[in-house]
Structures are given as structure tokens and as C-alpha cells.
């Protein structure tokens, strides 16, 4: 399905309840993609949701809903409860109440003004808690969130439990039907076998209510499919159980009809009864789909664990005085408290106090890092030692640890190309599978063994239970949801299905230098002034003052040497950023011009032999050297030196053995390139590349057939990380790179790019392996059952194995090592 989002458009997630199998997700995604102002919806069998991108302006979320609900499922609703002060009469509750039912998402809000409460049903994922506080605060009064379970998480596990006793119940009265089934087995003549499970009329009091109570949802659910105009598991289901439920009843009411030539044989042995096939049969499926809801369940254990983080509380100062609110109250510059073994609560910035804060969780480093005032510190960090007093910078959605986590949900919650295989052939799976079973009965009934309607009968019940398209379903969302949510776990964030699937298939990676290939921290290391007769403390104070607005990583560095210096430094009266080049600044009535040999070639300033020589030298040894003009007239030059990272070396090599070729790009010079790319092992090096030249070399790699992942960490990465086919920012970089980009490596690891590509792989081999197992299954299966070698409980045993193997394999994933 095309995608027709627009920057204005909102997303959502509906948590939806009664899907079975893979058509019914296809079903409900057709009819929201046909509404008007959907952009596009995506629906995940695995986890039960439904992805939404609309126009508010043209839909709403209660016509999705309403639209779900038409098509016989329900979605689930979240449920808050407010305690709000300030109200004074009843026409304050109504204000709140109409404020509240004008949110987009809240499908209601009751407001009580004796409890002093408010009561809001809202859309799953669409609204946070903490927006209906604000909004009751935008209305003049106050709010506080009351603490309850998670709906979502109870309506899965009260699901779960009720599968389970209704599979307990109905394995309960199906075992006297299985037992009475093994006397029709020679090699099982040596059983007892009451002659009460025999009695044709026992076992139809047995098998009523696991047909008709126990066994209703597949009536429900094959009736919705059909008056819909399509079909799913429900339907086969309910054809093939009722077919031998019926058979066997006639049988029962009517066994005169079918005696003739049986002479002396007991009534109550007839082996012509399906009673219990009828109810192996749904006892055998309720128990694939209680195993399947338990794994299901573990699919999005990476989402539990990193919600688990997160801090509950926040110890708040407010008019002199220390509360302990929920940290769904936090608001931005507010002051709190974290004291020695706490979790700090949000995003922000220390404002007094000393501790170490240990961040594995977001860096994967074991050794906590110091923090003081200025510091940035990131929420569910734990503080290790000291007493910090933070102001809060971003709340709510808005922190890292809640981007990471809507990061993980969306790439669960999206489709992999690899998946149109299974949804278009879910699409016409149950009408092809219908016509084959009714093909199996016409030919065993018409010409294999004319006259036997009870074992052609048998054939067609196998064919239709056999069938399900539930694993076909499940193949691709259930690896997608467990790959990304391991990977999610090493710090390695995809944003959708198919940045996962397409990773695998790369095979250049182009590194940017600085703080990809280097740690980005630079130093300032050299220092030579020029025959212009200007002191070095001249020459400095006019250079830093010049990089002091520069936001590259060498500007910070070359202003930080200064002013370790001692050297103070004023801002520039005029200021000019050159991408590629350098800088042209104004400082104390003199302009001033910093960077490359381009820059001065540009501007007409001619460099001596002597500086041209010493630039040589610094580059041989991987040194960055910049010239520095004042007024016109060549001043001297200033070199820093950056470091390689400690894995940069290990990852070039591991990316060479999985036969990717390794290309670095920077806009340094070509001699200091090499030395650096030399260090790090790399071979092929691109120099000299202005920002938006970074763009082009990445699509002339791909006009040579190349399928590229780019990896950045800065603003001028950004168009090059866009245009490659695979785009990776370094966590530790600029937030415009990790936008542009469709894969975060959290960590700043180069370790991580191999690791991205081999859990990409291993994620499509385990959807090729699950998609070979469901169609497999089905290929091979149905013409077994067809030729009569399937008994119908083995077909229904078979059919709940496919599904539950295929979660499980998937699941395979979460205990992968990188």
C-alpha cells in the first residue's frame, strides 16, 4: 500500500480484540485504508494494533473505531482517573467535561464534582495522561493522576486466562471422547473403554456445549468474516467441526438410514461417528491460541524492559518545599532532587552537586560517568554517589528513554516489504482452501469410494482444518517485533520493518570521519604564528573569538585549548559559517578568516613555503591543520589532533569480513585522511568532500551497484545519511542526523553497524524460515489430508503446532548474542 503521509499528519495506535488469524489483519487494514483522510494503516496480527497515519482535519479517531467495530473486532480503550481540584459549582465539571470530549482521541470524560474526579475513556496511544492534566490545568484548575493497572496489559492477561480455562474445560469433556476414539484402533484393542463413551448419546451431551458454548467464537467469527464479503480461520474452522458435529447427530437421530448391510453390529459402536473430531478438534485449536497469546506476549518483553526503567517518582522542589509526585507531573525547569541509588526521573541539566551517574543502559559503558553543575543528564540514568539537584529539560514523550521507546514500538508496529508475500496470499487463502475440500469430498464420495459419506466426509473435514492461515500470519510480525526489540537492547534502534529488511542486503558502509570514525573530541596541539609580526596570545585571542559561534567539533576544540590558555575571548561582531571551508568572523575591528588551504585560495590569501611545509608535516601524522588570515594577510596556522575509537579498528574488520567494503569520507585534506584511515584500517578514503558533496559520492557508489549504509553523526551528514539506502546516526551525534536517519546506534559503538547488519540477517532468516514453514506446512499438509492420510484431530493438532512453532522460532531472536 502506498504510503500517503504528509507532514501534517497525526499517528495513532489501536490496540484491537478478536483477530484470529492473518485475514482478519487484512481485512481491517483494507477497510481503514479506505477511509477518507487515512494515509496509511498498518495492522500486526502479533501484537493485536493497528499503526494509523490520518489528516485530522479530515477523520477522526472514533470513525476507526467505528470502522473496526463494523467489521465484527473491538479495539481496546485506556481508562484515566483524575483527581481534580479548584471546582467550586457544577458549571465548572461541565467545563471540564466539554473541555476533556474535545481532545483528539477521548471517545468520553465524565467528571463527578461531589468525588471531585474525573473519569476519561480514550483511544490507546493516541493521548497521553499527562495531557489530560495539562488540559484541565489550560482550564483553570488542577489535576492528579490516581494510580491503575495498565488496561492494555489486563485485557492480554485476562485474555490469556480465559483462553486457557475454556481450553481446560473443553480438554475436560473432550477426554472421554478421545478415549472412546482409540477403541477404533486395532493396535489399541488391549484399552478398557467404558461402554458409556461409546454411547452415541453421551457423546453428543459432551460435545454440545464444547460445539456450541465453548466453540461459539468461531461461529461469531466466521459469521462477521462473511457478512463482510470475505473469510478467515474462523470459517474453516466452523465448517469443518460443524460438518462432523451435524454428520454424527444425523447419525445419532437417524442410524436406521445408514445400518443397511451392518448386521448385528451395535449401534453404540458405530465408527461412523465425528463426535469426537468435532471436539478434539476445538480443543486442540483453543490450545495453539493459548500458546500462542502466552508467546505473543513475550514478543514484547524488549518494550516491558525498557518501560521498566524508567523512574515512578520524582522528589520535586515547589515554594520552598520537597514533594514526591508521580512522574507523569513533571513539568519542564522544574527543580528535583536525586539523591545516591536513585533513578534521575527525566531529561536535564545539573544544576548544583557532584556525582557519578551510571548510563549503560543508554551507552552500554559499565563506568559511570561525572556530572557537575552544567552537566546533561538523561532520565532513568541511576545516580551513583552525591546529591544532584536538576532542572527538568524534557518531559513525557519528549525524553530520551520515551523516544527510544516510540522508536522500538513504531519499527513493531511497521511492515516489512517481505511481508506483502503473506498478506496477499492470506487475501485468497480460505476461498481456495474451501473449494479444494469440497473438491476432496467430490471425488472420494463420486469416484474413489462411491457411496462412503462418511470417510469422504473425513478427507473434506482435514483438508478444512488443516488449513490455517494463522501461521502465515504471524511469520513476519512476530521476528519483526522479537529482532527489533533485541536489537533495541543493544542499543541498535530501527525504525521500521523495512530499514530492517533492507540492512541486510548492504554491502558498502561509508564512515564519517569526525566523531564516527574518532571520538569527535579534538584537542587543540599545535600552534605556529606567521611572519605578520602578530603574538601568538594576539593570534589566539582573534581565532577563538572567530570559532566561538562554530558549532564543528574542531571550532569547540580550538576554542577550549584557548581558553585553557587563560585567554579570554569576546564574541564576534560579524559572523560567517563556510561549510567545507572554515569560518569569516569580525573580532575587534579586524577580520578575521579560519580554515582550509581552499578558504585562502578562495579569498586570494597567499600561504609561505614555511606554513605550506608545517601543514605537510601535521597531516602526515593524522593532525587537522587550519590557517588563519587577519585582514587579508596570511597570520599562522593551528592544528588539533582527534583519536580514533578504540573499536573503530575491530568493526572495520569484522565489516570486512562479512565482505562490506569499509569507505571513509570527511572534508579533511587527503594527507590527513589517509592517516587516519590507515589507523582505523580502512582502505578507500573520500577527502576533501565538502557536506554537500557527501550526498553525490554516496549516489555515485549506488549508480555502481552498490546497496550503501551511511553512518554520521552531524548536521552536515544529514543529506547523505537521507539519500543512502540505509541511513545509521551515532546516538552520541546531533538529533537532525539521528532524524534523517533510519537506524540509531545509541551507543556511539562501531561495533554497532555489524551488529545491525548480522540482526537484520538474522531476522530475515528467520522470517524466510517461518514463511517457508507456514507455506510449507500448507502445501504439504493439504494434499495429505486430500488424500485421505490426515485423520482430522492429527489435522488439528498439526494446524495448532504450525502456529505455536512459528511464535516460538521467532522468539529464537530474544536470545540472540551480538
Keep these: 500500500m502506498e504510503n500517503r503521509a504528509t507532514d501534517g499528519d497525526k499517528q495513532t495506535t489501536l490496540h484491537i480484540t478478536g483477530m484470529s488469524c492473518a485475514a482478519c489483519a487484512s481485512r481491517i487494514e483494507k477497510g481503514l485504508n ?99 492534566v495539562s488540559k484541565i490545568e489550560q482550564l483553570g484548575y488542577g489535576a492528579i493522576p490516581q494510580s491503575a493497572e495498565d488496561n492494555i496489559a489486563d485485557v492480554r492477561s485476562k485474555d490469556i486466562h480465559r483462553k486457557k480455562w475454556k481450553w481446560i474445560v473443553s480438554a475436560v469433556l473432550s477426554f472421554p ?27 453428543l451431551v459432551l460435545t454440545t456445549p464444547i460445539q456450541f458454548v465453548i466453540g461459539w467464537q468461531f461461529y461469531v467469527g466466521a459469521y462477521k468474516a462473511l457478512r463482510n464479503g470475505s473469510s478467515n480461520m474462523d470459517v474453516l474452522v466452523a465448517l469443518g467441526t460443524s460438518a462432523a458435529y451435524f454428520y454424527s447427530l444425523y447419525l445419532t437421530l437417524r442410524p436406521s438410514d445408514v445400518m443397511e448391510g451392518m448386521a448385528g453390529m451395535p449401534v453404540m459402536t458405530m465408527p461412523e461417528l465425528y463426535y469426537e473430531t468435532s471436539a478434539v478438534l476445538i480443543t486442540l ?104 539537584r536538576i532542572q527538568a529539560e524534557r518531559v513525557g514523550g519528549d525524553t530520551a528513554l520515551s523516544r527510544i521507546i516510540k522508536v522500538v514500538e513504531d519499527a513493531q508496529n511497521s511492515k516489512a516489504p517481505i511481508q506483502r508475500i503473506a498478506d496477499q496470499i492470506s487475501g485468497i487463502f480460505v476461498p481456495i482452501v474451501v473449494a479444494i475440500a469440497v473438491l476432496a469430498f467430490i471425488v472420494w464420495f463420486f469416484l474413489v469410494t462411491p457411496t462412503d459419506f462418511a470417510g469422504s466426509l473425513e478427507k ?53 570521519k569526525t566523531g564516527t570514525v574518532t571520538n569527535g573530541k579534538p584537542e587543540l596541539t599545535d600552534v605556529m604564528v606567521g611572519a605578520s609580526g602578530l603574538a601568538e596570545k594576539d593570534l589566539l585571542r582573534l581565532l577563538g573569538a572567530a570559532e566561538k559561534s562554530s ?70 601524522v593524522g593532525k587537522t591543520a587550519m590557517l588563519v588570515a587577519v585582514d587579508g594577510a596570511y597570520a599562522g596556522l593551528v592544528a588539533v589532533a582527534d583519536t580514533i575509537k578504540e573499536t573503530s579498528r575491530e568493526a572495520v574488520t569484522r565489516l570486512r569480513g562479512m565482505n562490506i567494503e569499509v569507505i571513509m569520507i570527511t572534508g579533511d585534506n587527503e594527507r590527513t585522511a589517509r592517516a587516519v ?102 502445501v504439504i499438509g493439504i494434499p495429505i489430508a486430500a488424500l485421505g492420510f490426515l485423520a482430522p484431530w492429527l489435522a488439528g493438532a498439526a494446524m495448532a503446532f504450525s502456529s505455536v512453532s512459528v511464535v516460538l522460532n521467532a522468539l529464537r531472536l530474544q536470545r540472540v548474542k551480538l
Aim: include cysteine; charged fraction near 20%.
Design 34 to 132: 479506505r477511509i477518507d483522510g487515512v494515509a496509511q494503516a498498518n495492522v500486526n496480527l502479533a501484537l493485536e494494533q493497528a499503526s494509523i497515519s490520518y489528516d485530522p482535519k479530515q477523520v477522526e479517531i472514533p470513525e476507526f473505531r467505528d470502522k473496526i467495530a463494523s467489521l465484527g473486532f473491538g479495539t481496546v480503550s485506556e481508562e484515566a482517573n483524575l483527581n481534580v481540584t479548584g471546582m467550586t459549582c457544577a458549571a465548572c465539571a461541565t467545563r471540564i467535561e466539554k473541555g476533556l470530549n474535545r481532545m483528539p482521541g477521548v471517545t468520553g470524560a465524565t467528571v463527578n464534582l461531589a468525588m471531585e474526579t474525573a473519569h476519561v475513556e480514550y483511544a490507546a496511544g493516541s493521548i497521553a495522561v499527562g495531557d489530560l
Design 177 to 203: 471422547l478421545l478415549w472412546a476414539m482409540v477403541a477404533h484402533f486395532s493396535f489399541t484393542s488391549w484399552i478398557y473403554v467404558p461402554e458409556l463413551f461409546l454411547n452415541p448419546w453421551f457423546q
Design 285 to 388: 485449536i483453543l490450545v495453539g491460541k493459548w500458546f500462542e497469546a502466552v508467546a505473543k506476549g513475550r514478543s514484547s518483553e524488549a518494550i516491558k524492559s525498557l518501560m521498566s526503567l524508567q523512574a515512578t517518582t520524582a522528589r520535586v522542589v515547589r515554594d520552598g518545599q520537597e514533594l514526591d509526585i508521580p512522574i507523569e507531573q513533571v513539568r519542564v525547569k522544574d527543580i528535583f532532587i536525586v539523591r545516591p541509588g536513585e533513578k534521575i526521573p527525566v531529561d536535564g541539566v545539573v544544576v548544583d552537586g557532584r556525582s557519578a551517574v551510571d548510563e549503560s543502559m543508554l551507552s552500554g559503558e559499565s563506568l559511570p560517568v561525572e556530572k557537575e553543575a552544567g552537566s546533561a543528564v538523561t532520565g532513568a540514568t541511576l545516580n551513583k554517589n552525591g546529591v544532584l
Design 460 to 512: 473434506m473435514i482435514a483438508v478444512l482444518v488443516i488449513a490455517c492461515p494463522c501461521a502465515l500470519g504471524l511469520a513476519t510480525p512476530t521476528s519483526i517485533m522479537a529482532g527489533s526489540g533485541r536489537a533495541a537492547e543493544y542499543g541498535i534502534l530501527f525504525k521500521g520493518g523495512e530499514h530492517l529488511e533492507m540492512t541486510r542486503s548492504v554491502n558498502a558502509v561509508v564512515l564519517d
Design 551 to 620: 558549532e564543528h567539533p574542531l571550532a569547540e576544540a580550538i576554542v577550549k585549548g584557548i581558553a585553557d590558555r587563560g585567554i579570554e575571548l569576546v564574541g564576534p561582531t560579524d559572523f560567517e559559517n563556510i561549510p567545507g571551508y572554515g569560518v569569516k568572523a569580525h573580532v575587534e575591528g579586524k577580520q578575521v578568516l579560519a580554515g582550509t588551504r581552499r578558504l585562502m585560495s578562495r579569498e586570494g590569501i597567499a600561504i609561505d613555503d614555511s606554513a605550506e611545509r608545517h601543514m605537510n608535516e601535521l597531516e602526515s
Design 677 to 778: 584511515a590507515a589507523e582505523a584500517g580502512i582502505e578507500r578514503v573520500l577527502a576533501e568532500v565538502l557536506p554537500e558533496g557527501k550526498a553525490e559520492e554516496v549516489k555515485r557508489l549506488q549508480e555502481q551497484g552498490m546497496i550503501v549504509a551511511m553512518v554520521g553523526d552531524g548536521i552536515n551528514d544529514a543529506p547523505a545519511l537521507a539519500t543512502a539506502n540505509i541511513g545509521m546516526a551515532m546516538g552520541t551525534g546531533t538529533d537532525v542526523a539521528m532524524e534523517a536517519a533510519d537506524i540509531t546506534l545509541m551507543r556511539g559503538n562501531l561495533n554497532s553497524i555489524p551488529d545491525a547488519i548480522e540482526m537484520s540477517r538474522r531476522t530475515m532468516t528467520n522470517i524466510r524460515q517461518n514463511l517457508f514453514w507456514a507455506l510449507g506446512y500448507n
